[in-house]
């Protein structure tokens, strides 16, 4: 069996610093991965790859990304620059139509 968590919502200046630091809890405590949500905070792929290029092992997913806002063609490209940064293997994503107050 494989368990993960729903990272927090981090903010301000530290939030990818934040970010990072529960990817690494997660990792040492032995978790098989963190899920990020893509609300309102941060955006989801950008912090993974950020974050996530810092801590190795775990695997990272969205939770999940909006198919309205973006042309599938730059979230491929996204998706693509994210995964390799955060290494092979390791990144999940997950897109969604979202729910009407986000969109």
């Known amino acids: 069996m494989r368990i993960g968590i ?11 610093v934040k970010l990072a630091d529960q990817l690494r ?10 899920w ?5 905070g941060l ?8 974050a996530g290029s ?3 092992g775990i695997e990272l997913g ?3 990304v909006p198919t309205y806002p973006r042309h599938p063609a730059v979230l491929a490209q996204q998706a693509l620059t994210a995964a390799l940064a955060v290494g ?4 999940v994503l997950g897109i969604g ?4 107050i986000v969109i």
């Open 54 to 56: 810092q801590v190795p």
């Open 36 to 40: 990020m949500s893509h609300v309102f």
């Open 97 to 100: 139509l979202s729910h009407k």
């Open 6 to 16: 729903m990272a927090a919502e981090t903010g301000g200046d530290q939030a990818l």
């Open 25 to 34: 809890r997660a990792a040492d405590d032995g978790l098989a991965s963190v």
């Open 88 to 91: 092979p293997g390791r990144l």
């Open 62 to 64: 969205t939770a999940v």
């Open 43 to 50: 955006e989801a792929l950008t912090s993974l790859a950020v």
